[in-house]
């Protein structure tokens, strides 16, 4: 909690309402930015670019060295890279970086900054939408008792909390169904998604090695939709963007780790998604980067085990 300063109080459903203006969460700044000198849609931007790069380094540190308890967890031999890719390092590295590049382009002029948030105006906004809800549950007198506690947690955290999910949702279905298409439609896959498909054994930083029309339609849009339609500010933007972010650089990394917190939180994972990578899966797993109720609800999701049962058939 910051300093204490005067509650404000306002009229809702006929009782006085106060809200202490810096009555904050943990996780909520009053900064008007969170780096000082660096706009919150700048650091938007600049996030994902960051965490992609990071993470990458980190893995590629892990292929490249020579530590024989990490073998275990590989999902495919370090020789296959070589052998079976069809593309260098060196073109994914560029292929990547001229993404990032075109989608901070286009974030510069689709994020705009937030401006001054009145909190207290969005408290007693909450609180006068509940008011009536409460009042007919619980009756007006205990209403009055916990209208300020209730629309406290729902401004604070359910609605950021439902806005996050429905976003991931948004761009889970928004992948799905293109990345589904660009599979089922021969045009679409012989001159956009075969490059990504270039990388038989995926690793970290080959994450976002697509065709840069792919790359705009698949990743970029998908991000900017999910942004507008939950509403979110530059802030959230910024988790959601570095989240999504870490998630599909971890989902190409190669390795099946059970102490990999973005790999325990979701099937959808490395292990699932090098399936997809694989000559036996192409047509299977497409859901990315989060969760996998469409593939699982469509009829697409292969599991290891039906790929090793596939293997044995044949």
Same mark, same amino acid.
Not at 9 to 26: A, E, L, M, Q, R
């Given at each position: 909690?910051?300093?204490?300063?005067?509650?404000?109080?306002?009229?809702?459903?006929?009782? !006085?309402?106060?809200?202490? #203006?810096?009555? +904050?969460?943990? *996780?909520?700044?009053?900064? /008007? =930015? &969170?780096?000082?000198?660096?706009?919150?849609?700048?650091?938007?931007?600049?996030?994902?670019?960051?965490?992609?790069?990071?993470?990458?380094?980190?893995?590629?540190?892990?292929?490249?060295?020579?530590?024989?308890?990490?073998?275990?967890?590989?999902?495919?031999?370090?020789?296959?890279?070589?052998?079976?890719?069809?593309?260098?390092?060196?073109?994914?590295?560029?292929?990547?970086?001229?993404?990032?590049?075109?989608?901070?382009?286009?974030?510069?002029?689709?994020?705009?900054?937030?401006?001054?948030?009145?909190?207290?105006?969005?408290?007693?906004?909450?609180?006068?939408?509940?008011?009536?809800?409460?009042?007919?549950?619980?009756?007006?007198?205990?209403? !009055?008792?916990?209208?300020? #506690?209730?629309? +406290?947690?729902? *401004?604070?955290?359910?609605? /950021? =909390? &439902?806005?996050?999910?429905?976003?991931?949702?948004?761009?889970?279905?928004?992948?799905?169904?293109?990345?589904?298409?660009?599979?089922?439609?021969?045009?679409?896959?012989?001159?956009?998604?075969?490059?990504?498909?270039?990388?038989?054994?995926?690793?970290?930083?080959?994450?976002?090695?697509?065709?840069?029309?792919?790359?705009?339609?698949?990743?970029?849009?998908?991000?900017?939709?999910?942004?507008?339609?939950?509403?979110?500010?530059?802030?959230?933007?910024?988790?959601?963007?570095?989240?999504?972010?870490?998630?599909?650089?971890?989902?190409?990394?190669?390795?099946?780790?059970?102490?990999?917190?973005?790999?325990?939180?979701?099937?959808?994972?490395?292990?699932?998604?090098?399936?997809?990578?694989?000559?036996?899966?192409?047509?299977?797993?497409?859901?990315?980067?989060?969760?996998?109720?469409?593939?699982?609800?469509?009829?697409?999701?292969?599991?290891?085990?039906?790929?090793?049962?596939?293997?044995?058939?044949?």
């Amino acid at each position: 909690m910051n300093q204490t300063l005067p509650s404000v109080c306002s009229k809702v459903d006929g009782h !006085s309402i106060c809200f202490n #203006s810096t009555d +904050y969460p943990f *996780y909520h700044s009053p900064r /008007p =930015t &969170l780096i000082d000198g660096v706009s919150d849609p700048i650091l938007t931007l600049a996030g994902p670019v960051l965490a992609y790069w990071a993470l990458s380094l980190i893995f590629h540190y892990l292929d490249s060295s020579e530590w024989k308890w990490l073998q275990k967890y590989r999902l495919h031999e370090s020789a296959e890279v070589q052998s079976k890719n069809l593309v260098t390092r060196a073109q994914v590295i560029w292929a990547v970086i001229f993404q990032q590049i075109v989608q901070t382009v286009l974030g510069v002029y689709w994020l705009s900054d937030d401006g001054h948030v009145d909190h207290v105006q969005g408290l007693n906004r909450i609180a006068r939408y509940l008011a009536p809800v409460m009042a007919g549950i619980v009756g007006r007198e205990r209403e !009055s008792q916990l209208l300020p #506690s209730v629309s +406290y947690a729902v *401004y604070w955290w359910v609605v /950021p =909390t &439902l806005q996050l999910l429905f976003a991931m949702f948004v761009i889970d279905t928004w992948q799905y169904f293109l990345h589904r298409a660009m599979h089922v439609n021969k045009w679409l896959y012989r001159h956009f998604h075969s490059w990504h498909h270039r990388l038989y054994v995926p690793y970290a930083y080959g994450a976002l090695y697509n065709h840069p029309v792919e790359g705009f339609l698949l990743d970029s849009l998908g991000a900017m939709i999910a942004e507008t339609v939950t509403f979110m500010n530059s802030r959230q933007a910024l988790l959601l963007f570095v989240v999504s972010t870490l998630k599909t650089v971890d989902d190409h990394c190669g390795y099946r780790l059970p102490f990999d917190p973005l790999q325990m939180v979701t099937s959808n994972n490395a292990d699932y998604h090098d399936i997809h990578h694989q000559v036996i899966g192409i047509k299977s797993n497409f859901s990315q980067p989060f969760f996998i109720h469409w593939d699982s609800i469509l009829g697409t999701r292969m599991t290891r085990q039906e790929v090793e049962s596939r293997k044995r058939r044949d």
